[in-house]
Structures are given as C-alpha cells and as structure tokens.
C-alpha cells in the first residue's frame, strides 16, 4: 500500500490579509482596548492577535489574564491600557502591521512609529519603516532621522543620513532639526570631510545651535558646545575672518581661546602647528583661501 503524500499548499495571500484588515480597531469580538494619546481615542483590539505577534504585547496582556501568578493585578482583562505617549495614528499603524504583516505609512508619523517598532521590539517593522525613511528622505527630516538611528543603533541608516547631509549642508544647517540634534551627534557630523559648505557658514550653524541648545537646556553656550567646537576647523578661516570670529567670540565664549589661538599660530608661522592634522583638511564645501597652501602637512 502506497504511504499517503502530503504537502502544505497556500491560499491567496491578499485575501487573507484583507480579511484580518477588516478587524483593526473593530470592537466587533474585541476582547481589549486601549485608551491611546492625549485625546483618549480608544483602540480596539483581539488578544490573541497581538499576543502571538509581539512579546510586549503578550506581557502587557497577560498581566490582565484570569489566573495569573500575580492575583493583586487590578487590570482587568478587556482593559483598558492606558497609553498616554503615543499618537493614535501612530498605534493604529503599529496595530495595522500587527493583524496585516503590512503597514501604511507617512513622513509625518514614519519616525514615531520606528520608535513603536523598537519600544515593541518588532523588527520587521523596524525595517520597513528604516526603508520608508530612506527612500522619502527630506532637508526638513533628515537630522531627526540621523538623530533617531544613532539612538537606536540604526548603523545603515545613519550612513545614509550623513551621506544625504554632506550632500546639501548648506540647506540642512538651516532646519529646525539641525538646531535639535544632541551635541554628540553634531560633532559626528562635524567631523565629515564632505561636507556641502564653507566653514564660516558652519562655525555659523553651529553658533545658532548652540543657543538653542543653551535655552532649551538651560545650560551655558560654551558648555553645551563643548563637543562640537572641538570639530570645527578654525585655521582654513582667513585672518580677518579669523579676527571677526575673535570679536563675536567675546560675546559668548563659543569657542575656547586657546583654539582660537592655534589658528593663529598657525597663519604666524604658515604651516601646520599644535591642531590634530584633520582640522587642517578643507571640506568638499570649503571656499579656497590664500593660505590654505601652507595648511597642506605635505607641503614643504
């Protein structure tokens, strides 16, 4: 007798996730709701769902499960969960690609909902929205996306976000989001070669965001610029540039003085003298100066 055969065959796979679509935010068999951003808009969703395709999820929910371990929970299981944080197109979207394996997104909530992805830990989601960014990648957003995927480790998409930076600096230094990156990942910016712009331009961006920084902080100008000064190359600057930056410096204490004095010594001395040699390097955007010739450390 012949062994029977088997073999795992699929259905339409579109009609099965329009089938699930029709569930997101149906309270039509619900069995929990979540009370989402600070307008209180419920949210209605199926446990079983959510559990099986997120482990945050799952330990939210099971808090609130007849018999749990933890008998004192006052959370009942339909809910509600509270969540104050979030937008409530963004968990909507979260939740689309919970019951769809699909998401539909926008440059205006793309970068909350990769905070959701990697809060939830769901990586897949993580992706798509990373590809999302890259391929709508904008002036106005890019220094918060830069900003997201350093916080995130996101390390393909921060080399991409410098490589859109270096590509039209003079535009993005001009942003809001520019103005908001944290110190640390400005100096990682700053430290760029091809960089789109003149560096009295930049010691200019980088002025600007450093009293932003110093109001929204509450913090003085040349301590929240500590670390982003230190990249800023002060010796392609011409003397009377160099004098001028000197004025405006009494002013805020910007830069430390005895930076300000290495370029200096090196226009008196015409050559490369007591700057770590990369600050010596005119960028992609950097305008040519007279003395930039005796900056070269090759030059003899």
């Known amino acids: 007798m012949a062994e029977p055969r088997s073999a795992q065959l699929q259905g339409e796979a579109a009609a099965f996730t329009a089938a699930l679509r029709t569930l997101v935010n149906n309270p039509q068999f619900s069995d929990v709701t979540f009370v989402v951003g600070q307008e209180q808009q419920k949210v209605f969703a199926h446990r079983c769902v959510l559990a099986c395709r997120c482990q945050a999820f799952r330990g939210m929910l099971s808090q609130g499960l007849a018999g749990s371990k933890d008998s004192s929970s006052?959370?009942?299981?339909?809910?509600?969960?509270?969540?104050?944080?979030v937008q409530p197109e963004v968990f909507l979207a979260v939740i689309e690609f919970l019951y769809t394996n699909s998401i539909t997104l926008n440059s205006h909530i793309v970068l909350e909902v990769l905070t959701s992805s990697v809060e939830y830990g769901l990586q897949d989601l993580c992706k798509l929205c990373v590809k999302f960014i890259k391929d709508t990648l904008s002036v106005e957003q890019v220094c918060e996306a830069l900003q997201a995927a350093v916080t995130y480790g996101l390390a393909d998409l921060q080399q991409h976000c410098l490589a859109f930076i270096e590509g039209c600096t003079a535009e993005v230094v001009r942003t809001r989001g520019f103005h908001e990156l944290s110190d640390t990942v400005l100096a990682q910016v700053l430290r760029s070669d091809r960089l789109a712009v003149d560096e009295l331009d930049l010691v200019q961006a980088v002025r600007e965001w450093a009293h932003v920084s110093s109001a929204v902080l509450e913090r003085p100008v040349p301590e929240v610029a500590a670390l982003p000064v230190?990249?800023?190359?002060?010796?392609?600057?011409?003397?009377?540039?160099?004098?001028?930056?000197?004025?405006?410096?009494?002013?805020?204490?910007?830069?430390?003085?005895?930076?300000?004095?290495?370029?200096?010594?090196?226009?008196?001395?015409?050559?490369?003298?007591?700057?770590?040699?990369?600050?010596?390097?005119?960028?992609?955007?950097?305008?040519?100066?007279?003395?930039?010739?005796?900056?070269?450390?090759?030059?003899?």
């Open 74 to 85: 006052s959370v009942p299981p339909q809910g509600p969960f509270i969540l104050g944080n």
């Open 230 to 300: 230190q990249e800023l190359r002060l010796p392609l600057l011409a003397p009377s540039e160099l004098a001028t930056l000197e004025s405006h410096n009494q002013r805020d204490l910007l830069i430390p003085v005895e930076s300000i004095a290495a370029a200096w010594r090196s226009h008196a001395l015409k050559k490369v003298s007591g700057v770590p040699s990369h600050l010596y390097r005119p960028r992609c955007g950097t305008k040519p100066r007279d003395h930039h010739r005796h900056l070269d450390p090759h030059t003899k």
